[in-house]
């Protein structure tokens, strides 16, 4: 018998109960935040109907520049339930230079549209 692969929406849509399991972020103090995947759902709708406002359509390139937590994982499958392609990028480690990065950051997705 073979299973039948899923995507990631797939995963997301049949959670069986929303408020079972879902994504845990431990803190360095060791301290847990724990999302169900109702949640993760119910904010990735909410990105996804933004990106469809902003006028992203499916195949767009998105660049999601978030630290581990949950609105990145709210930003990709946002951006998955969209149609468009995320594409990760760390920000710097060096809070300081956030303008810097950013310009350079930028610059770069215009050369590579």
């Given at each position: 018998?073979?299973?039948?692969?899923?995507?990631?929406?797939?995963?997301?849509?049949?959670?069986?109960?929303?408020?079972?399991?879902?994504?845990?972020?431990?803190?360095?103090?060791?301290?847990?935040?724990?999302?169900?995947?109702?949640?993760?759902?119910?904010?990735?709708?909410?990105?996804?109907?933004?990106?469809?406002?902003?006028?992203?359509?499916?195949?767009?390139?998105?660049?999601?520049?978030?630290?581990?937590?949950?609105?990145?994982?709210?930003?990709?499958?946002?951006?998955?339930?969209?149609?468009?392609v995320?594409?990760?990028?760390?920000?710097?480690?060096r809070?300081?230079?956030?303008?810097?990065?950013?310009?350079?950051?930028?610059?770069?997705?215009?050369?590579?549209?």
């Amino acid at each position: 018998m073979t299973e039948t692969v899923l995507t990631l929406l797939d995963v997301l849509a049949r959670a069986k109960d929303p408020s079972e399991g879902g994504l845990r972020f431990v803190a360095r103090d060791e301290s847990a935040t724990e999302h169900g995947w109702g949640d993760v759902r119910n904010r990735a709708q909410v990105v996804a109907a933004s990106l469809a406002a902003a006028g992203v359509v499916p195949g767009d390139r998105i660049a999601l520049v978030y630290p581990t937590g949950i609105e990145f994982f709210a930003a990709l499958f946002g951006t998955l339930l969209a149609g468009a392609v995320p594409v990760p990028l760390y920000p710097p480690v060096r809070l300081g230079r956030l303008d810097e990065y950013f310009r350079r950051t930028a610059r770069m997705l215009e050369l590579v549209r």
